[in-house]
T-cell receptor
Framework: EAGVAQSPRYKIIEKRQSVAFWCNPISGHATLYWYQQILGQGPKLLIQFQNNGVVDDSQLPKDRFSAERLKGVDSTLKIQPAKLEDSAVYLC?????????????FGPGTRLTVL | SQQGEEDPQALSIQEGENATMNCSYKTSINNLQWYRQNSGRGLVHLILIRSNEREKHSGRLRVTLDTSKKSSSLLITASRAADTASYFCATAPLGGGGADGLTFGKGTHLIIQP
């Protein structure tokens, strides 16, 4: 079974530029999550989708971050404009999305460096 | 915000020894999960324990959960060099109307000395 796919794996940009990350979840998984992991910390949830609807975006900095999952499969996370403190690994995860909360499967992440 | 803390922050042991790491959390949970992360493979799910369970085993892993103390422990027996990684506990919230994003601790960095 193919895992969660993410691209690009690495991205270097200058502050105030924009950047987009792409995620393809495990086939059949209804729920998709984006997490931000700053160096030395655990991942922090940014947004959760159930199919193509947003379930939780309470920790998403909406002035600069946006995310969409238009057809309920792939998702894109965008930062515009980027700040130095956005340097982190952005992790996408998916889960079946049925029944009680279960295992989340993580992709390899996109490491973003903002200069 | 971080849910809680793993303890210790770093642990170095000899191969073959057992490793124990602890996790504390703050709110009511549906379940608690442990993940491993190393540079090569990203975050990998290890084990899930539900709030009505007290202990769970999976291979060389043993997890305990004490909801009265809001704490959990992960025991890795007969450690191997390949167990070198960071270990995170993560909690899934109780209720929430479908919002079940995980809240992670800061992790324990485990080093297995050959």
């Amino acid at each position: 079974e193919a895992g969660v796919a993410q691209s690009p794996r690495y991205k270097i940009i200058e502050k105030r530029q924009s950047v987009a990350f792409w995620c393809n979840p495990i086939s059949g998984h209804a729920t998709l999550y984006w997490y931000q992991q700053i160096l030395g910390q655990g991942p922090k949830l940014l947004i959760q989708f159930q199919n193509n609807g947003v379930v939780d975006d309470s920790q998403l900095p909406k002035d600069r971050f946006s995310a969409e999952r238009l057809k309920g499969v792939d998702s894109t996370l965008k930062i515009q404009p980027a700040k130095l403190e956005d340097s982190a690994v952005y992790l996408c995860a998916s889960s079946l999305g049925r029944g009680p909360p279960g295992t989340q499967y993580f992709g390899p992440g996109t490491r973003l460096t903002v200069l | 915000s971080q849910q809680g803390e793993e303890d210790p922050q770093a642990l170095s042991i000899q191969e073959g020894e057992n490793a124990t790491m602890n996790c504390s959390y703050k709110t009511s949970i549906n379940n608690l999960q442990w993940y491993r992360q190393n540079s090569g493979r990203g975050l990998v799910h290890l084990i899930l324990i539900r709030s009505n369970e007290r202990e769970k085993h999976s291979g060389r892993l043993r997890v305990t959960l004490d909801t009265s103390k809001k704490s959990s422990s992960l025991l890795i027996t007969a450690s191997r060099a390949a167990d070198t990684a960071s270990y995170f506990c993560a909690t899934a919230p109780l209720g929430g109307g479908g919002a079940d994003g995980l809240t992670f601790g800061k992790g324990t960095h485990l080093i297995i000395q050959p």
